[in-house]
């Protein structure tokens, strides 16, 4: 059918989609525009057209360094962090997926499951929050020692908290929802292959070694792929709101530092070059991982 | 259940210690909130246990401005911003959802491409200033009309109807506009719902976006003062008169009841949560 004809016979269609082509042109496409200025040494005031362009300066910078930051400062806090959620957040999940698996009273499973979910769905700023009511300066772990005659403590101020914290709290709020699909694919697994597992006399640990646990090693792989893909940007919202000054050298990742540079700061150019620059690292360890899981003879995510 | 049978020792020690610990975790997961939804109520704000019951921290967090304020913007940006969410995602959803319509893979695939790229928080912010949302709601309404992920979730449930409705329709001299808004949307309330709790979770729990695009402290959502009070412990807040007629309440009840009114609607709304949720969790996973 040629296009004029379509589109007076979907005229209706068509009108459906004007909000939807108006959104994506003026909050997703206009904004792609301003990735330009990551060359450019720009001001609000003379836009786009009248700002001096610069070349990879800005980029240049960022390997350079300036007075408030290093850039393998900003570098091995994201990596560190995303790292500590990769070996300490990512199997617990996994593994606590595989108990409430062995739970047969579904009661008491669903229970547990309304208990684990909960934290999903509590904001990052009331999740902080209860974090400050229980271990702030003034909070209820401190209440609790003074009265026991101890000294206070201050893990919230105390940067040698702030990671073992970051990786407890995203247990707390994800470790339960994250189950799911684990669970999904459990479901799947036929109780026929238990029962002959059990005929040729195979313990509750053969079983989940051999039959159990290939049921989800795909789902573990996708999921390790995708999280390579925000590995970068690792919780944002949790770490700005726990991060003080206390804890800055340690809490400045790439996201709260692009913050601090192009919003508070208004250095727009330099921090729009390190969201690029931010973005083409993200990018390249999707790639890789998905490379290497092929190699290694699993599918992928593409 | 084969397995359930013939049971060794060490199988029921395991599974003993496996109930015991499942319970042990889903407990510590939820003791923070019960603790505080207790102390809320509580006289003495659990200072020495629950000793009497009462609603003045309540009443406190009620009488003040900066406070009762930010919970009916809370409630404004929930109900608005969902409300836009859904009349862009739905037109758009059962637009993209006829297979029949020329240009739809090209749609199709500008929503995946965006999906994967942001163009990131400084181009969105310099967007959100030119066109001069910078301390309206807007700003907080606009840029998240669409999530992609949620439009995908209810074009496929529109793809799942079946085609015979809107053909005899079309023959009644029904429009596209009006077969979506007659007929399909009344057999359709289940995805609306579900479409609905999503956006309105993540409305009621957005946190960065009013900080990002809100200076006005008049126009901040209750998250934005729950950080103010209780992890940056700034003060200013309250009202002289409140504070004298409530002296008595305990700063911490305070606290506490300012957690449990950020969250009430969550947890009110959460056995639908759970439901659904799960459902489209398992929708977004594809491969899972």
Redesign the interface.
């Known amino acids: 059918m040629p296009l004029s004809r379509a589109l007076v016979r979907y005229r209706w269609l068509y009108i459906m989609l004007i909000p939807m082509l108006a959104y994506y042109l003026i909050f997703k496409v206009y904004p792609a525009a301003y990735l330009v200025i990551a060359f450019q040494d720009y001001w609000p005031t003379t836009g786009i057209t009248g700002s001096k362009w610069v070349g990879l300066a800005n980029f240049a910078k960022i390997f350079k360094g300036t007075a408030t930051f290093s850039f393998w400062q900003l570098f091995s806090n994201t990596l560190i962090l995303a790292v500590y959620n990769l070996i300490f957040y990512f199997p617990v999940p996994i593994i606590l997926a595989l108990l409430l698996n062995e739970v047969k009273r579904l009661g008491y499973k669903k229970a547990v499951q309304s208990m684990v979910y909960l934290p999903h769905f509590l904001s990052w700023s009331v999740l902080v929050g209860l974090v400050y009511v229980f271990l702030g300066s003034t909070g209820l772990v401190n209440k609790f020692l003074t009265q026991a005659g101890r000294p206070n403590i201050a893990p919230l101020m105390d940067p040698q908290w702030f990671r073992p914290l970051i990786v407890i709290e995203a247990i707390w709020k994800e470790a339960g929802w994250g189950t799911i699909i684990y669970l999904a694919a459990l479901s799947g697994v036929d109780e026929q292959l238990y029962e002959a597992a059990v005929v040729d006399g195979a313990n509750r640990w053969k079983q989940l070694w051999h039959i159990t646990f290939p049921a989800i090693r795909g789902t573990i792989i996708t999921l390790f792929i995708l999280r390579m893909g925000s590995f970068m940007d690792t919780g944002f919202e949790q770490i700005y709101l726990m991060s003080n000054s206390k804890n800055r050298t340690l809490s400045q990742v790439f996201d709260t530092y692009i913050y601090e540079e192009g919003i508070r700061k208004a250095h727009y150019s330099f921090s729009t070059a390190l969201g690029i620059f931010k973005s083409i690292i993200s990018l390249i360890l999707v790639i890789s991982t998905n490379k290497i899981a092929n190699l290694v003879g699993e599918e992928g995510v593409y | 259940?084969?397995?359930?049978k013939?049971r060794?020792a060490?199988?029921r020690i395991?599974?003993i210690f496996?109930?015991i610990?499942?319970?042990f975790?889903?407990?510590v997961?939820?003791f923070?909130?019960v603790?505080?939804i207790l102390g809320s109520l509580s006289v003495t704000g659990?200072?020495g246990g629950f000793t009497a019951f009462s609603w003045d921290a309540y009443k406190f967090v009620f009488a003040t401005k900066a406070l009762s304020r930010s919970t009916v913007n809370s409630i404004i940006i929930t109900v608005c911003g969902t409300a836009i969410n859904i009349?862009?995602t739905s037109?758009?959803a059962?637009?993209?959802s006829?297979k029949f319509?020329?240009?739809r893979g090209a749609?199709m695939g500008?929503?995946i491409f965006?999906m994967l790229?942001?163009?990131?928080?400084?181009?969105?912010?310099?967007?959100v200033?030119?066109?001069g949302l910078l301390d309206t709601w807007w700003a907080v309404w606009?840029?998240t009309?669409?999530s992609a992920y949620n439009m995908i979730i209810m074009k496929n449930f529109f793809q799942g109807l079946p085609d015979s409705i809107e053909e005899s329709a079309e023959i009644d001299g029904c429009?596209?506009?009006q077969v979506?808004l007659r007929i399909v949307l009344p057999i359709s309330k289940a995805s609306f719902a579900t479409i609905i709790l999503f956006y309105a979770?993540s409305h009621?729990?957005?946190?960065?976006t009013a900080m990002?695009y809100l200076n006005d402290d008049k126009k901040w959502p209750i998250?934005?003062w729950?950080?103010q009070i209780?992890?940056l412990s700034v003060g200013g807040w309250s009202d002289k008169d409140t504070l004298s007629e409530y002296a008595k309440v305990p700063q911490?009840s305070v606290?506490?009841a300012?957690?449990v009114v950020?969250?009430l609607p969550?947890i009110i709304v959460?056995p639908f949560?759970?439901k659904y949720?799960?459902k489209g969790?398992?929708l977004g996973?594809?491969?899972?």
Do not use: C, E
């Open positions: 259940m084969a397995m359930v013939n060794s060490g199988s395991f599974d496996n109930y610990l499942l319970g975790i889903g407990l997961m939820i923070p909130l603790f505080v659990m200072v009349f862009f037109f758009t059962y637009a993209l006829k319509l020329p240009g749609l500008m929503v965006f790229f942001n163009p990131g928080m400084i181009p969105n912010f310099l967007t200033n030119s066109l606009l840029p009309a669409i429009n596209y506009l979506f979770v009621w729990n957005s946190y960065f990002l998250q934005v729950l950080r209780i992890v911490d606290k506490y300012v957690i950020s969250t969550i959460y949560l759970q949720f799960a969790a398992l996973s594809g491969k899972g």
